[in-house]
Nanobody, 123 residues
């Protein structure tokens, strides 16, 4: 099994940047694809980004506007999501997820989830 813990969220001013971290425990994390999702209050969870186990292939949602960078360091069992040029509409709880196999844009395909980290962007 894989356990995930997100961190790095907080209250930031619009136009700033944040780097979210997702630390994994459990053997063979490096063989798992990883994804990031977010859920704003009163809205459905939406896909943000995903990355393969090797880190070679990456996929971003169509609303990222080039502001997102997903990465991972398998030696540290950690995934990252960099968000630049933050906007108030980025405000949400951000979740990392992992699955054995290829990456996916569907939350139902991911087996393991973290508890989430709150990102709040002020205008």
């Amino acid at each position: 099994q894989v356990q995930l813990v997100e961190s790095g969220g907080g209250l930031v001013q619009a136009g700033g940047s944040l780097r979210l971290s997702c630390v994994a425990s459990g053997r063979a994390f490096s063989t798992y694809a990883m994804g990031w999702f977010r859920q704003a209050s009163g809205k459905e969870r939406e896909f943000v980004a995903a990355i393969t186990w090797s880190g070679r292939d990456k996929y971003y949602g169509d609303s990222d506007e080039g502001r997102l960078t997903i990465s991972r360091d398998n030696d540290k069992n950690t995934g990252y999501l960099q968000i630049d040029s933050l906007k108030p509409e980025d405000t949400a709880v951000y979740y990392c997820a992992a699955r054995q196999g290829y990456y996916s844009v569907y939350d139902g395909d991911f087996e393991y989830w973290g508890q989430g980290t709150q990102v709040t962007v002020s205008s």
